[in-house]
Each structure stands twice: as structure tokens, then as C-alpha cells.
């Protein structure tokens, strides 16, 4: 893994965020709108924008450009606070993202009595990665679709010794982890199991602690944990939602000074581990459900950038905060994991003898009263409520992949996106405002713009698909119309130039200025394209390695799509409320699955014509 370049050698001259220029923005929005208002909702909708960009909008832009000035990343801190910080709904299920680690397909299959073993390998792997880490040893990422340029490793940084912290009004981040030209920071993994929590170094004297000695931690602590009737599960608190949470933790640290240092211990921690007791998912989509979502609410601490599941037959799952870092950096460092596991050595057993004299894990015994008793049990009932309602898929598709696409002279990426527009126009009959991510890490501190994947050009193309009186010729020249005209809204996006963040932008300015919320936010044309997060799909490219994960649809009536495209097949995670009666995550990804396969015929088609 090492590399002649440092890690972050690029940081401080890789280009500030611009701020796009105001009327291109507006013209994008307003193009944006079209597939969901009616002619004079359109009409009503221009009249709002041409005045906001005649207006107040021309005032906000002008102190966005100044306040840009003296930023490096303009919306670094407003994307922090406004998108994560400031929500005050619980994070488990609507905001964490979660699901299976790709080992359970090749290494590490579902085993009975594996998870001690494995469990210790997979800390002394984490133990290797956090050690690059520290050292600056992960090759800077390169955008090969731009030039090959440098891209901002800072989401790395934010992988370990990170946490959340709930507040009354808005949360913070905690940030803990140093290179080692910072200095030096916590080297300890914390576990939890059957509601008690104990804390294991993983790193001594500057090297990862072997597997067969971890191992013997791991065997003290489950002796001690399942000796005892179920400890109180201080974890479940951190479902709850953020205020009631607040007002707990400050409850808890009030009862006893032991708490407050317990939290430290927690938070500072690289990241946390549960050792399940209950669960033995065996496919990829029990556990991306018992992973999002699941009923072991006692052992997991969702504040933590990554909480990982060791369940008891042996696979592994996680459940993430998004606030840190996007999904893009923890599936690296997953892959990164998955190398070091496929090339371990596998040769010690349980009986090897302790290579070093190490500490017995450290206990976290939190003194609990009454009303936080009662505040867990609140916490862990309406969370398994909310865990219950979501229904997730998560599906191969094996008709073809990366290379077959890339036949039909289309990036793989744009080719999926017409899929889902299409499945969903086929379920519905009407077309869906769509957040696809696009990343904006070429930027300094870049995290991600929306692609407002759902345009006129698309919904154009899915209405001739469903009428037989139009012809093929007619519908591939809608179809290339339409994947054009996706390819460029995002080299716009990762450029820096979507409206979406802009706008943003410019709301959060009125607000902070004492501006009354200008009518192009109030206009119902702004939530039925997707403002506010008020997007119908919600849609994401993991990659094209075999990680992939899951997450919450925005709105109730919503899709949340996750998808990886590997050379030779596809896979899918998709999610959807149980109780709302429009939608189901089965039903979608059956249509999604004949789509492919009609689109492959389609594209063939389009192929022959070229």
C-alpha cells in the first residue's frame, strides 16, 4: 500500500469550491422543476426565480461570493451543521447508513462458532489500516475522468476516532484521530455485548496486536458478559432522538464522574464493535437489514463514524454515521480491509501463547438510575418500531455488467440511472424528483452535489418506452437524448456547478441575514422537484467493487437506491417504508431486473445504429 506520495500532499493546493454564477444556477433549477409542475405552475415558478434573481437573490449571492472569499470550502461548515448537525430526528434507520461486509462471499462465509476467530482478525486488520492511516500511507485518490487529478483525502482522516455528540438544539463532531506528524491520539476498539461495554487496545508500542491475542481478550470478555443477566444497554440511548438523548447523556453525567469518563472512552475510541449474541443472518440482504436496522438496539452506538457488527455466525455488517464522511470513503477502507483478510495469515489457533503481556480489557461500568432505565427502554422501543417499518432488498443481478454496458458506448453510472427513472415510470406512471451523489472531492474538503437525475429529456424517454405507436428508431434517439443529457448535468455536479448547494447556500444566508424566507423556497414547485430533501429517489453509486450498503428513502413515499457495477454483474440495495401503501422494495427491484434485461435489448439496438 505504500506510495512515493504522501497521503495528503495535494491538501492545500487542490482548488477552493466555487460558487457557480447565480443565473446559471436558476436556469438549472428552473429546468429541473419542469417534469413535476403543470404549464401554469411553470409559468408561476419562472415569475419567483426571475424575481429572486432580480431581488434578494442578486443581495445573497453577492454575500456568498464575499463569505467564499475567506473560505477554502464555502459550505464545508453550513453542510456539516444544516445537513446533519441541526436535525433533531433519530439517526438510527433515517440518517445511518448500514449493511453487509462483502467477506460473507468469498473469505468468510456463514460459519457456527466462527466469530471469536474472526472477530479477532478483523480488529487486527483494522489495527493495519489504522496504522496507515496514521502514517500516511493510503495512495492519494485520482480522478481519471478529470485529468487523473488529485482528489481531497480528508473524508479518510474522519474515518476513526470520531464521534457524534448530541446536543440540545444541534449535535457536534468530535474528532480525535491525528497522523502521526499530529501527534497522538486513542488506540482502542471499543465492544459491546449482552449490554456491557468494555474498552481493547488494538495497537501496542506502534504495532497491531496479534490476532491470537486479541483473541484471548475477546474470549475474557464474552466468559464475563455471558455470565451475566443483560447490563443496562447505555447504547440504546443513542437511537433516540437527538434532544432526548442530549438531555440523557447530560443526566448520566451528572449521576457519576465514571459516566462522563466512560463517554470519553467511547467517543474518542477508533470505532465501535458489537459482538452479537442473537443474530446468524446468512445472506447479503438479512444482513444489510439486521445491519440498517436489526433488533440488537442495546449493543450498538450509533454516534460512532462506524459501529461494526461481529454476529454470531460469523459475518460482519456495519452501521455508519453519514455526518463525517460520505459512504465513498468507508467502502475503501472496507476494500482495503477485504486485501488484508484475503492475504492474512491464518495459521495461529486459540491455544497460541500471548506474544506480550497485555491488560485485561477495561470494563465500562456506567451507573444508571431510574429514569435512565426507563429513558433505554423508551429509546429501544420506539427505535425497534421505526427498525421494523423499513423493508430492504439487496439482489445481484447476473444478466451482465461493467462490460457489457460499456459495449453500448455509455458510461455504466448513466446507463443505471435511466434504468431506475424507467422502473420507477413503470410502477407509477409519473416521473420521481431524483438526488443521485456527485462527488465534488476534487475540491478542497469536497463532499458531494445532487444530480437532478430526473429530467424532461428522461421522462420524454420512459413515456415513448410505454407506447407502442412509437417507433424503435424514435425511442433510441430518446433514449441517447436523455443519457446525454444526464452526462453533462453531472461533469456539472462534480465540477462544483449543480444548483442544488448553491441554493442551499443562499437559503442559509437569508436566514442568518434576518431575510424573510424568499419565495423561491416557499414556491410548490421548490418540494415537488426535491427541495428540503424532499427527493422521491434517492440514488447512489457505491463503486465498482463488491461493497455496497443501505439507507432510508428521504420521504415516506420514497425509493433509497444503492448500487455497485462490477464487470460482470450489478447489485442493488433498495429500501422502502413497509407502512406506505405506494410503494415496495420487492416489487421495484422485480421491474428493475426486467428493465435491465429490456434495456440491454434497447442499447443493443442503439449500439448496431452507431
Known amino acids: ?78 453542510w456539516e451543521e444544516v445537513a446533519y448537525m441541526m436535525s433533531r430526528e433519530p439517526i438510527a434507520v433515517n440518517i445511518n447508513f448500514g449493511g453487509p461486509y462483502p467477506f460473507h462471499e468469498d473469505i468468510w462465509p456463514s460459519k457456527p462458532g466462527s466469530q471469536l476467530y474472526r472477530m479477532s482478525m478483523l480488529m487486527w486488520s483494522y489495527a493495519k489500516l489504522w496504522l496507515m492511516l496514521r502514517r500516511e500511507e493510503i495512495p492519494v485518490d485520482k480522478a481519471r475522468a478529470l485529468g487523473n487529478k488529485p482528489m481531497c483525502m480528508k473524508q479518510y482522516h474522519d474515518l476513526f476516532n470520531i464521534c457524534r455528540v448530541p446536543g440540545t438544539t444541534s449535535d457536534k463532531i468530535v474528532r480525535h484521530h491525528k497522523t502521526e506528524s499530529e501527534g497522538s491520539c486513542p488506540c482502542n476498539i471499543v465492544i459491546s455485548r449482552n449490554g456491557y461495554m468494555f474498552s ?72 465501535a464493535m458489537v459482538m452479537d449474541m442473537e443474530q446468524s443472518p446468512t445472506t447479503g440482504e438479512e444482513i444489510a437489514e439486521m445491519s440498517l436496522g436489526g433488533t440488537d438496539v442495546y449493543n450498538r452506538w450509533f454516534d460512532k463514524s462506524s459501529c461494526i457488527i461481529v454476529y454470531s455466525n460469523g459475518v460482519i455488517g456495519c452501521n455508519c454515521d453519514h455526518a463525517p464522511a460520505d459512504a465513498i470513503a468507508a467502502i475503501y477502507g472496507v476494500n482495503i480491509l ?16 500471548p506474544e506480550q503481556d497485555l491488560p485485561e480489557p477495561e470494563e465500562l ?27 430492504v432488498v439487496y439482489q445481484p443481478f447476473h444478466g451482465y455488467g461493467k462490460k457489457v454496458i460499456k459495449s453500448f458506448q455509455i458510461h455504466p453510472d448513466t446507463f443505471i440511472q435511466q434504468v431506475i427513472q424507467l422502473t420507477y415510470y413503470k410502477l407509477h406512471r409519473k416521473p420521481a424528483p431524483t438526488y443521485e451523489t456527485a462527488t465534488t472531492r476534487q475540491f478542497y474538503h469536497g463532499r458531494t452535489e445532487t444530480v437532478r437525475s430526473c429530467t424532461m429529456e428522461s421522462l420524454e424517454w420512459c413515456k415513448s418506452v410505454l407506447d407502442k405507436k412509437v417507433p424503435l428508431s424514435k425511442k433510441l434517439a430518446l433514449f441517447k437524448k436523455s443519457a446525454e443529457k444526464h ?69 415516506h413515499n420514497g425509493y433509497a437506491l444503492t448500487y455497485i457495477i462490477l464487470d460482470e454483474r450489478l447489485g442493488f440495495t433498495v429500501t422502502a417504508w413497509k407502512d406506505n401503501s405506494e410503494t415496495n422494495a420487492h416489487k421495484f427491484f422485480r421491474t428493475l431486473t426486467d428493465t435491465l434485461n429490456e434495456l440491454r435489448a434497447l442499447t443493443s439496438a442503439v449500439t448496431n445504429e452507431i
Open 1 to 78: 500500500m505504500a506510495s512515493t506520495e504522501r497521503m495528503y500532499q495535494y491538501q492545500d493546493s487542490l482548488p477552493s469550491l466555487p460558487v457557480p454564477p447565480l443565473q446559471k444556477s436558476l436556469d438549472k433549477y428552473l429546468e429541473s422543476v419542469k417534469p413535476f409542475v403543470t404549464d401554469e405552475e411553470y409559468k408561476h415558478t419562472e415569475k419567483v426565480v426571475t424575481e429572486f434573481g432580480n431581488g434578494v437573490g442578486r443581495q445573497l449571492h453577492a454575500k456568498l461570493e464575499e463569505h467564499a472569499k475567506h473560505q477554502k470550502n464555502w459550505l464545508e461548515a453550513w
Open 200 to 271: 481493547v487496545d488494538i495497537v501496542q508500542n506502534g504495532e497491531p496486536v496479534t490476532p491470537s491475542e486479541l483473541f484471548k481478550q475477546l474470549t475474557a470478555i464474552k466468559n464475563v458478559c455471558d455470565s451475566r443477566p443483560r447490563g443496562p444497554g447505555v447504547g440504546a440511548l443513542t437511537a433516540w432522538d437527538r434532544t432526548s438523548w442530549a438531555e440523557a447523556r447530560q443526566h448520566l453525567i451528572e449521576l457519576d464522574p465514571t459516566n462522563k469518563k466512560n463517554l470519553d472512552v467511547i467517543e474518542t475510541s477508533i470505532i
Open 338 to 353: 477485504h486485501n488484508l483478510l484475503r492475504k492474512a495469515d491464518y495459521s495461529w489457533t486459540e491455544n497460541c501463547l
Open 365 to 391: 461500568k456506567f451507573t444508571v438510575d431510574e429514569r435512565i432505565q426507563k429513558n433505554i427502554d423508551v429509546s429501544a422501543e420506539q427505535y425497534l418500531n421505526l427498525a421494523s417499518n423499513v423493508e
Open 487 to 555: 452526462g453533462k448535468l453531472m461533469f456539472e455536479a462534480v465540477s462544483g456547478h449543480g444548483c442544488d448547494r448553491h441554493l442551499l447556500g443562499l437559503q442559509i444566508l437569508a436566514k442568518a441575514s434576518g431575510i424573510a424566507t424568499p419565495e423561491i423556497f416557499l414556491d410548490q414547485a421548490w418540494t415537488k422537484s426535491g427541495g428540503n430533501g424532499s427527493f422521491v429517489l434517492s440514488t447512489s453509486l457505491a463503486g465498482y467493487s463488491q461493497t455496497i450498503g443501505a439507507c432510508a428513502p428521504m420521504v
